[in-house]
């Protein structure tokens, strides 16, 4: 059953085609999973193989892929005609000798897209591999293939109403699956079975809202290696009186609204406590900030405004656009929240907004994902953005 009307995946690619002409493109290869999802609501886990959409700028779109996924294609894809999903035989999988990209290419041939023309590819996609490059490129080098540089990505950037409902119920599981996190912390529990909590409660979902898995599993660095981002977790025992950050999502048919908090059994010191309140006073300034027509270098000076006042310094982005999302990233490698990036906020954007401060042996995360609303933000998600403090009671 499709996710969407079928006019909206309509309106996806006669927008994605728009921006081809302008680039001078006659198609598009596109193999990111977040796009594929985009234009045609196909969602499995079958991007470990290649996978392609052929999107012409004129014509049918394409799907090409394994065959025993090509088989089951009809039941989540919507506006490919099963005529036009085709799947490479079986003996082709990892293989050192032959390699599926040269069999999607000879189709592509065949149904007569392998005359002179600019195709443009996505670069930037993580399961786009060199392999499969080439071997489209050395079977068809009439194309010339060009970089697209994310075309799809940013047509996703605006969101519809439609998508704004997903991404709000996204954010209520991120909500539940945080409240989950934070009341699973005791001293000497094992940092493992806190992650079981978290994950657990991503795929139950809330009332009403199932769950999906995320794109990034649950981010959870304690104590000194709290100064470090993007650490998963162990089964070393939750310390008292250091910071435990928690970076996750709330996922909604493949909606992605990530969270992020950092929590305390007992007492912070004296300096993680400083950091907390001046990290949190500038996300709220930032979140200030947003609204129709400011820049993104505007809301990130909105935040450095108030860190630098009090001698601190971040290096790192501020934010991001968020949307759909699969692995390994939940990020649309779009629009940034950081000083040299110009992009003007239209409503209907959705954003990661995290700030990470990430010190020397200790570090404070709090993040909120927002929409750009007419008169300013809408948050996703609603958990107390302060340092969590958390009881300090030993694991009975």
């Given at each position: 059953m499709s996710l969407f009307a079928a006019s909206e995946y309509a309106s996806r690619r006669q927008r994605v085609r728009e921006r081809m002409r302008t680039a001078g493109l006659d198609a598009l290869l596109i193999a990111d999973p977040a796009n594929l999802y985009y234009l045609t609501g196909y969602n499995a886990w079958s991007f470990y193989t290649p996978q392609v959409l052929h999107l012409p700028a004129e014509g049918?779109?394409?799907?090409?892929?394994?065959?025993?996924?090509?088989?089951?294609?009809?039941?989540?894809?919507e506006g490919i005609d099963p005529a036009h999903i085709l799947g490479y035989p079986e003996t082709l999988v990892h293989r050192p000798d032959a390699h599926p990209g040269r069999w999607i290419a000879e189709r592509l041939r065949e149904r007569g897209f392998g005359g002179d023309a600019r195709v443009g590819y996505e670069g930037e996609a993580h399961f786009f591999t060199v392999r499969t490059f080439r071997a489209i490129a050395e079977t068809l080098p009439e194309w010339r293939l060009e970089d697209c540089h994310d075309l799809v990505n940013w047509v996703r950037l605006v969101k519809s109403p439609a998508e704004i409902e997903l991404m709000r119920a996204a954010g209520t599981v991120a909500g539940a699956a945080m409240r989950a996190g934070l009341g699973a912390l005791r001293e000497g529990r094992p940092a493992n079975e806190v992650a079981a909590e978290i994950l657990a409660a991503q795929a139950r979902g809330t009332d009403g809202v199932d769950g999906d898995y995320p794109a990034i599993m649950p981010i959870l660095p304690v104590g000194a290696a709290a100064d470090t981002p993007h650490?998963?977790?162990?089964?070393?025992?939750?310390?008292?009186?250091?910071?435990?950050?928690?970076?996750?999502?709330?996922?909604?048919?493949r909606y992605h609204a990530p969270l992020a908090r950092t929590a305390v059994i007992g007492a912070p010191s004296r300096e993680l406590d400083r950091l907390a309140g001046v990290t949190v006073e500038g996300l709220e300034a930032a979140i200030d900030a947003v609204r129709p027509g400011v820049t993104a270098?505007?809301?990130?000076?909105?935040?450095?405004?108030?860190?630098?006042?009090?001698?601190?310094?971040?290096?790192s982005r501020l934010g991001y656009s968020?949307?759909?999302?699969?692995?390994?990233?939940?990020?649309?490698?779009?629009?940034?929240?950081?000083?040299?990036?110009?992009?003007?906020?239209?409503?209907?954007?959705?954003?990661?907004?995290?700030?990470?401060?990430?010190?020397?042996?200790?570090g404070f995360e709090a993040s909120e994902p927002i929409?750009?609303?007419?008169?300013?933000?809408?948050?996703?998600?609603?958990?107390?953005?302060?340092?969590?403090?958390?009881?300090?009671?030993?694991?009975?």
């Open positions: 049918e779109p394409t799907l090409l892929m394994r065959e025993m996924d090509a088989n089951g294609a009809h039941r989540t894809a650490l998963t977790w162990n089964a070393d025992p939750m310390p008292a009186g250091e910071p435990v950050s928690f970076e996750l999502a709330g996922v909604h048919r270098h505007e809301v990130t000076e909105a935040f450095t405004r108030v860190i630098e006042r009090e001698g601190y310094r971040k290096n968020i949307g759909i999302g699969f692995p390994p990233d939940w990020g649309e490698r779009t629009a940034s929240i950081r000083r040299d990036d110009t992009t003007v906020l239209t409503e209907n954007m959705t954003f990661h907004f995290i700030a990470g401060m990430w010190m020397t042996g200790f929409r750009v609303g007419a008169q300013g933000a809408e948050l996703f998600a609603d958990v107390s953005r302060g340092l969590a403090a958390i009881p300090d009671r030993r694991q009975m």
